[in-house]
């Protein structure tokens, strides 16, 4: 019982944060969005690894990869159209 209470948790954590992510994003405020989508993925990682769900965790491996690449890229490109 315990259990299936913090795994539901875990997974409204999870579609919260992308939700955020998103509305971040939609926001043109891409840090947080970057930083909210990589807190998002770890959560789904989680949720497919305790779920057993092989396809959902590879795809949110690679999604963290590629937003913590957009956390870093985005602060070049700023720096960049600054000067």
Known sequence: MLYQILFQILNYSGLSATLLAVWF????????????SILSCIFWIA?????????????????????IRGYFKKDVQKDNSEI
């Open 25 to 36: 994003f939609s926001s043109h405020k891409y840090k947080i969005g970057f930083a909210v």
């Open 47 to 67: 949720i497919a690894y305790i779920d057993n769900v092989p396809s959902l965790l590879i795809l949110n491996v690679i999604l963290l990869f590629l937003d």
